[in-house]
Every structure is written in C-alpha cells, then in structure tokens.
C-alpha cells in the first residue's frame, strides 16, 4: 500500500557517533535504570500542564481548586513569612491586620434612602462590570486557615475497622489504576504522544492509515479452527460459556471462569501472565501515566532470547523486573464486568498495545544501522466487556522527517457478540485463538533474527546500534 506521509514537529534525539553508543550500552548493561511512575489518586501537575485540550472531568476541576487556592494563599497579605510558626504573637499580628466581614443585608439596613437609591438603579441595569474578577479565586483568611489547621491536629482519628483495610494491595492497585486510563484526560495524553485509538481524525480531516498488512491479518485470523468445530465445541458449551458469563460481575470472575473458555488451549503456561504493572518499560510520552497494566498478556519465554539483547532493549521489551515472567509482549487483552467502562477498557487497549508494538519495533530493529519502518502490524490487543469481544492492531509508522518519533496507530479489526449465538462465538474465539497464534509467530521470528544478528555483530559482520534501545 502507498506510504502515507504526515506531519509531526516531535523530534527524536540524534543518535550521534557509533563510539558514543557503545559507551552507552555498556552503562546501560552495567547499571539499569529505574523508571517511576506515578501512582495514587492525584495527576502530578506536569500531566495537566503537557496537555494539549483537558476535559472538564472532576480530576481536572479538583486541580484547579487546588492551584487556585494555591494561588490565594500565597498572594494574600499580610501573610507570614515561608515556614513560620503559627506562634501566638504572629496570630495577634494577623487579628490586628484583619477585618471582619459584614453580610450584604446587614450592609443593606444601615444604608440610608439616597444609597439604596443609587444601589437599585445600578441593579437595573446589571449592576458593576465584574468581568475582570472572572476565574479569580475566593480571597482566604490565613488566620482562619491558621485556626482551623490547629483544630483538624488537635482532633486525633479514631481508629476503626476499615482503616486496616486500607493498606490491603488491592486498594492500592485500585487508586493506582484509578490514576490512568479511567481519566478522560488519559487519552488526550495518549493522543499528544502520537498514540492515537481507533477511530481517530485529524483536525484537517484526515486519518490515520491501516497497516501494511492488514489484508494478511484478516486471512490468517479467520482461518478455521478445528478446536471449534460442531463435534468438538457443542450447543451445550456454548450454554455453560452463556451460564459463565451470567454469573462473572467482576473482572477476576470473568477472567478467572469466562476467558478461559474463550481462549481453549493456551499452550505454554509460562508464556502468559496478567495483573503485572510493567513498571520496567520506559514510559511513552511525558511520564505522568501510570504503567501498563493488562488482565492478560502473551509474550516469550525469557531464555528464547539472547541475553545481550534483553541487556540493550531491557527497558523496551521486558515489562517487569521479575525476571521468570515472559518478556517482549505483543498479544493483550483488557477485561471488564458489566459494569465497568467500555472506553476505559479501550484506552487500556491502545496503551498496552502501543507499549507492546514498541518492544516489537525495538527488537525488529536490533543490529540495523537505522530503524526499521515496514508500517506493518505485529502486535494485537482485545476487549472484552460485558460479553462483546473487541480486537484492534497497533502498528508503529513513520513520519516525513527521519528524526521524528513513530506514532501508533490503533485499528479495529472486528467485533463480536460472544453471549448471542454459538456462531458469533466460533467467530469471535476463532480470531482471538488465531490472533494470540499469529502474534507468537511474529514474535518468534523478531526473537530469531535478533539472536542471529547478535552472532552477527559478534562475528564482526554487523555492528551493533544502541541507539535503536534509546532512541525509539
């Protein structure tokens, strides 16, 4: 397919001379990196300050009641100096500054009959021009913040049942997951990266383009499975998959009871895993997301792949610093109950999936003199919410300039209906078992020729660019 070009002012570091890069790799192999991510209930505030448009969601409000009450307390005079005690003397000094505030209908009643006059003809006609206090936040006292911060320190917490359970790992992973993707504003970051969900359009009009070999994914995922066939999948399974779904509420149910059905034989048991923040991977854009985090993921088997390479990509293709777990994912799936949200779990989709299209065109690109574009897909990531199965291919594309960053581009490959009929079900799991399938082959072979091109460069017939580890 014709190569589209499309513009993008992000600009990728140069990757400089070969000797540099060899320097940087032996620091990166000697020490590795530890990347933070943010995490509890609160963006930091570069999150909201690198966004291009913010939704008025309530996080985004809550952030600019905090700036602005920020903003009052600092400007509000007389004030103490920074990190001052609220002694007793500088108390006194603040009542002496101070003056209490009167009720507007107090004000009104000692008026006399000229002022009402001259109040109640400006009052027709829309009252004093306030435009410019507009946005301008409630002017605050410090003495009563000063008062009221001593009660709140006075006042000790009773201690009760439910405070120990506030330290338990799952509401923690509850306000760390909280702090991504169920954010509106999540995707618009997503979007200022260059990681663009389906269905997107440029403001121009345009959109963003297939994969190269999208007719070849097609093909390959709607092939027959013999596992789904009438004599070995019956009217009878399908019911108790029906049955299953019926009674999973909660993402762990159906995970635990429904997708299995969905997925049959998944093979190697150590090539899968899920509910593992992959706080290893460098972040994708500005670094206020919290890391990717699917319900189940696919990848290779650490020892399939040469250890200097996972030393050089480590950060790109290896999600955890568990080092048993499998490394260079490319299959995902993000699972929600009935009542969760579709579009959190679509967010999570082209997340995760542009993580693992990164790790894909690392290693693709390992032992080439530059980056390898192709525009083709080789990584899938799935949906599954309220018994609709969703699948969609993440591809990293070139720009015009050479030095700018990939985007990724998220495209719906279809949709089913799983709890309708049993032959959108034998649809819907014949392209999820031949996608987690096609995945592992591409996989496969990224894995293959990385360990040739390391005995390669080893030979001294092919050099070895760091900068395909650092720069994408």
């Known amino acids: 397919m014709p190569e589209t070009h499309f513009t993008n002012r992000r600009k990728r570091r140069h990757p400089g001379d070969h000797t540099c890069h060899q320097n940087q790799i032996s620091q990166h192999i000697s020490k590795k990196r530890k990347h933070i991510h943010p995490s509890g209930s ?7 300050d690198n966004l291009t448009t913010i939704d008025l969601t309530t996080r985004a409000l809550g952030e600019l009641d905090r700036r602005n009450g920020q903003v009052a307390l600092n400007s509000h005079l007389p004030f103490p100096r920074p990190g001052r005690p609220h002694t007793r003397p500088a108390l006194a000094e603040l009542k002496k500054g101070s003056q209490p505030a009167t009720p507007a209908a107090n004000y009104l009643c000692l008026c006399g009959t000229g002022v009402l006059k001259n109040i109640k003809q400006t009052a027709r006609h829309g009252g004093p021009d306030q435009s410019g206090l507009r946005g301008f936040p409630e002017p605050s006292n410090p003495l009563n913040q000063a008062m009221n911060s001593r009660r709140s320190s006075s006042r000790v917490p009773k201690r009760s049942s439910t405070s120990t359970s506030s330290t338990k790992p799952s509401t923690n992973t509850t306000n760390t997951r909280s702090t991504g993707p169920y954010n509106r504003n999540f995707q618009q970051n997503l979007i200022d990266g260059g990681i663009f969900p389906d269905g997107y359009e440029y403001p121009d009009g345009r959109v963003p383009p297939q994969p190269a070999n999208w007719e070849e994914i097609n093909r390959r995922l709607s092939q027959p499975r013999p596992s789904l066939s009438p004599s070995n999948f019956s009217d009878e399974e399908f019911r108790k998959f029906k049955r299953a779904d019926a009674h999973a509420p909660k993402e762990k149910q159906i995970t635990t009871s429904v997708i299995p059905i969905i997925e049959g034989d998944i093979g190697d048991a150590k090539c899968v895993s899920g509910g593992i923040p992959f706080t290893n991977l460098d972040h994708l854009t500005d670094g206020t997301l919290v890391p990717g985090n699917p319900d189940i993921y696919y990848g290779a088997r650490p020892k399939r792949l040469d250890r200097r390479v996972r030393d050089e990509l480590n950060s790109h293709i290896i999600p955890s610093t568990q080092d048993d777990l ?13 009542d969760g949200s579709a579009a959190v779990a679509k967010r999570q989709a082209s997340y995760d999936g542009a993580l693992g299209a990164r790790g894909m065109h690392s290693l693709q690109s390992y032992g080439q003199e530059e980056l390898v574009f192709d525009n083709n897909a080789r990584t899938i990531s799935s ?23 990939p985007e990724y581009y998220t495209n719906q490959v279809n949709t089913w209906g799983m709890t309708g009929n049993i032959e959108t079900f034998r649809q819907g799991a014949t392209y999820y078992r031949n996608g987690r399938d096609w995945a592992k082959e591409q996989r496969d072979e990224a894995i293959m020729l990385a360990n040739e091109r390391t005995g390669e460069s080893q030979a001294g017939v092919l050099p070895v660019d760091a900068s395909i580890g650092q720069a994408l």
Request: glycine content about 6%; proline content about 14%; cysteine-free.
């Open 42 to 48: 609160r963006f930091p505030s570069a999150f909201w």
């Open 326 to 338: 499998p490394i260079v994912p490319n299959f995902f799936l993000a699972v929600k109950g009935p």
């Open 383 to 405: 949906v599954y919410h309220d018994g609709t199965l969703k699948m969609f291919t993440i591809h990293p594309f070139r720009l015009t300039s050479p030095g700018d960053q």
